[in-house]
């Protein structure tokens, strides 16, 4: 029993326990303003009846000239997307009417100069609604991990500061998290009238990353 007991004396007194007793916890950050390059908005189609299979069948003959249009400048399959099929009961004066069907399709373009074309192709189908317009950048994912390495970075140089500055040295960094999930905000706007022009410049948007770091330190 005094032998066990004294391996456990030993083991809590052990450099490594010491040294994770003696530490400083830092939050790293790194952040970079970006221009979106890509543009997407969702369109949508609607009809009104008593069969919900004709109804579907009228928004597909509403959307074929749409949708044709679209690919026709340059908008490819994978970039158009039927987000969802909604088929809900219709009332006139309080009383059921038939149903009321919408199907959406979110469009998403990757050049600014085809936003415009591709609006327009979408009030010239006689469109129900043309709205969730979003900003986003193809190559975020990239950006984001070249960001967290620079957050690590960061919160390195938060610690040895600290460190320096309480008269001890900065040791081996003896564990970090990510922090939140790295994805820029989410940018939406309504589409504008078409008199007017649907966008004049994309602005930018921030890519940022965040770490959660600890440091050993020593004298």
Do not use: C, W
């Amino acid at each position: 029993m005094k032998v066990a007991a004294l391996a456990m004396v030993l083991a809590a007194a052990s450099p490594l326990t010491m040294a994770m007793d003696r530490y400083v916890a830092v939050q790293g950050e790194a952040s970079r303003a970006v221009a979106p390059d890509e543009v997407s908005f969702t369109v949508s189609f609607s009809s009104e009846g008593e069969q919900s299979d004709e109804l579907l069948k009228d928004i597909e003959a509403k959307a074929k000239p749409f949708l044709a249009a679209i690919k026709k400048l340059g908008v490819a399959d994978k970039d158009i997307q039927g987000t969802r099929f909604d088929v809900s009961p219709r009332y006139v004066d309080g009383k059921a009417a038939g149903l009321r069907a919408q199907q959406s399709y979110r469009v998403t373009v990757h050049d600014f100069d085809l936003y415009p074309k591709a609006l327009k192709v979408a009030v010239d189908a006689h469109s129900d609604g043309i709205g969730q317009v979003q900003l986003a950048y193809s190559g975020q994912d990239k950006l984001y991990r070249e960001l967290l390495a620079q957050a690590v970075v960061d919160a390195k140089s938060k610690a040895a500061l600290l460190a320096n500055a309480g008269g001890t040295s900065l040791g081996k960094m003896v564990s970090v998290d990510e922090q939140g999930g790295g994805r820029a905000p989410v940018v939406y706007m309504r589409a504008a009238a078409m008199e007017s022009g649907p966008m004049q410049t994309p602005g930018t948007i921030d890519v940022s990353a965040s770490v959660s770091a600890r440091f050993a330190i020593k004298d």
